[in-house]
Structures are given as structure tokens and as C-alpha cells.
């Protein structure tokens, strides 16, 4: 039981640093889907599910 609670605990740690790597990348290519996600080798598919996930708002998040 224990060994769960630490997965649990390492699977937030994964995503809140997932959630930041995602928010670098469309930092990087201010707010492009394609770019952020060619940076990250991600589809567009997949970035758009992930940004959808953690709840991130990469309109926020263009160099303009």
C-alpha cells in the first residue's frame, strides 16, 4: 500500500513537470500548436490532449 501512495505521488510530479515542459515549448514558439509540439516530438494531437488535461491556457503564453 505504501509503494501506491508513492507511485500516486510520483505520477503528480510527472505530470506537474509535463505541464511545464508543455508551457516552455509554447513559450518558445509563441503559442504555436505545430511548433510546440515539433519541439516537444509530440503530435498535435497529443499537445492539444496534454493542454486540455492540465487545464493550460497557451493563449497566456505568447513572446507578442
Excluded: D, M, W
Amino acid at each position: 500500500i505504501v509503494v501506491e501512495g508513492n507511485l500516486k505521488q510520483q505520477k503528480k510530479e510527472v505530470e506537474k513537470f509535463e505541464a511545464v515542459y508543455i508551457k516552455e515549448a509554447l513559450l518558445k514558439s509563441s503559442g504555436n500548436l505545430p511548433a510546440a509540439a515539433k519541439l516537444l516530438n509530440l503530435t498535435v494531437r497529443a499537445i492539444r490532449y496534454k493542454i486540455k488535461k492540465y487545464n493550460i491556457h497557451y493563449a497566456q503564453l505568447t513572446n507578442k
